[in-house]
């Protein structure tokens, strides 16, 4: 009986959540996320049981389309979360598969309302970051055509670049509420390192993206640069990783040490170089010299 009460306590704040989410703040949709990791570490079988009462009442309740961003985006993910939180994977699993499941849950997202409006994919994109391109028209000397045409034949590759920066963040921002909230811990960021990384299987993957791109005039462009951001994206937290360590180590300060290597990755010297030294990093495992 007191279980039952549980779940049916936590599936009310759920879709209270929703419902200000929907009508009010949209942004507290978020707090779906830390909910669920909460109800996955206090038992993994009731957070199953709540997650498919709420997608049974989402369905109900709202367009489906509407309805599986709320399941797969903010409930179905922090039940992936938790989960990944009770095995206490690396860093580097728990930041891929969950960059993962964005990323396929945004391309899921993209291909719904495509069907519901009949719009590409690519346009869908468009219109959802038309602010942001617009800036970057705005403080860059590049047209607005021009840009487009940048990000249509990368478009897939920002999308996964984008879903390795949410889940870096929500990563970081989880490890902090489930230490001091939940009691339980995360394995450092500084122990992110890239698992099964070869050299020779590097540069023919980079060679086998290259070839694609020359002879392959339909997607050719799209295969090679979205391949790029995403190689970019993955070493960049490599990067963050080497240096938030070797400031660890020097600093003797855990916060300050996370905040400079945060400015390193994020401001000055940027988000190429940090990827440079994550390369170099993968390829010579400073924390082990």
């Known amino acids: 009986m007191n279980r039952l009460l549980r779940n049916y306590g936590y599936l009310f704040v759920a879709i209270v959540i929703t419902l200000m989410s929907a009508y009010l703040f949209p942004g507290i949709a978020l707090l779906l996320i830390p909910l669920f990791v909460y109800i996955v570490l206090k038992d993994s079988k009731e957070s199953f049981i709540v997650l498919t009462m709420y997608s049974i009442i989402m369905v109900i309740v709202f367009h489906f389309g509407v309805s599986l961003e709320y399941i797969i985006k903010f409930a179905g993910f922090g039940v992936l979360i938790g989960h990944l939180i009770k095995l206490k994977m ?61 990000i249509r034949d990368s478009y897939i590759g920002i999308t996964f670049f984008y879903s390795v920066l949410v889940a870096f963040i929500l990563y970081f921002i989880i490890g902090l509420s489930v230490k001091y909230i939940y009691k339980e811990e995360m394995k450092s960021l500084s122990e992110f390192n890239i698992e099964g990384f070869k050299i020779s299987e ?79 990093d993968t390829i010579f495992n400073f924390r082990k010299v």
């Open 202 to 280: 590097f540069v023919l993957f980079i060679v086998a993206i290259v070839l694609i791109k020359t002879y392959d005039s339909t997607y050719g462009e799209l295969i090679f640069y979205s391949s790029i951001l995403s190689l970019i994206s993955i070493f960049a937290i490599q990067g963050f990783s080497s240096v938030y360590w070797l400031l660890k180590l020097k600093l003797k300060n855990k916060y300050v040490s996370i905040l400079m290597a945060l400015f390193f990755t994020f401001v000055i010297p940027g988000f190429l170089t940090s990827a440079l030294v994550g390369f170099i």
């Open 90 to 150: 690396n860093p580097f699993r728990t930041i891929m598969i969950s960059a993962l499941y964005v990323f396929f849950g945004s391309l899921i997202s993209l291909g719904i309302e495509s069907f519901y409006t009949s719009k590409s994919a690519f346009n869908i994109f468009v219109e959802t970051y038309k602010d942001g391109i617009n800036e970057v028209v705005r403080i860059t000397s590049m047209s607005y055509a021009d840009l487009i045409g940048a």
